[in-house]
């Protein structure tokens, strides 16, 4: 399991005070309140930085970041991505999981015929969608709902799947 967490990628400076302007990955963003520490990715490397304010705008997160304080600070972190240490993130509820969990994992169906892996996830409003590629390169879309995914495994990186009508090779 990594160890950091994608929360948020920067898309801009906000003000004239050093505030970055972010787009939120999480399903909570009040979530930033809590947040002492952030890691942005920048050219691959990780510099960690203090966070001194946080206030929203929209569904956007607007951050101040210790030695931040003006836009020449700011610009050069647009487009970069905030992550934070996986002991930082919020509890989930049940049957929840971290995105970066579940990419790579291997899905297999009920009778343990191998689909493929999951290369991404994407939500849809109502639930997740799980996008399966197998060997040949050929996507499955799965939802991510109890008719569908019956079992997870996040340590043997293992997800056991239903095949409803229309699904996979029923397409």
Do not use: W
Request: aromatic content about 8%; hydrophobic content about 40%.
């Amino acid at each position: 399991m990594q160890n950091l967490l994608e929360i948020g990628q920067i898309v801009n400076y906000y003000g004239i005070k050093g505030f970055l302007k972010v787009i939120p990955f999480t399903d909570d963003i009040k979530r930033f309140d809590n947040l002492k520490t952030v890691y942005i990715e920048k050219n691959k490397k990780l510099v960690e930085m203090q966070i001194e304010e946080v206030r929203y705008h929209n569904q956007l997160v607007l951050l101040k970041l210790k030695g931040l304080d003006d836009i020449n600070d700011t610009i050069q972190y647009k487009n970069c991505y905030i992550k934070i240490d996986r002991k930082d993130a919020v509890e989930l509820q049940e049957n929840s999981y971290f995105i970066v969990d579940l990419i790579g994992m291997e899905v297999y169906t009920e009778e343990q015929k191998l689909l493929g892996v999951i290369v991404d996830v994407f939500p849809t409003g109502s639930n997740d969608v799980y996008v399966v590629k197998d060997k040949m390169g050929k996507q499955i879309l799965l939802p991510a709902i109890k008719d569908v995914v019956k079992d997870v495994q996040v340590e043997n990186k293992k997800i056991i799947v239903h095949l409803i009508e229309g699904l996979g090779e029923n397409q």
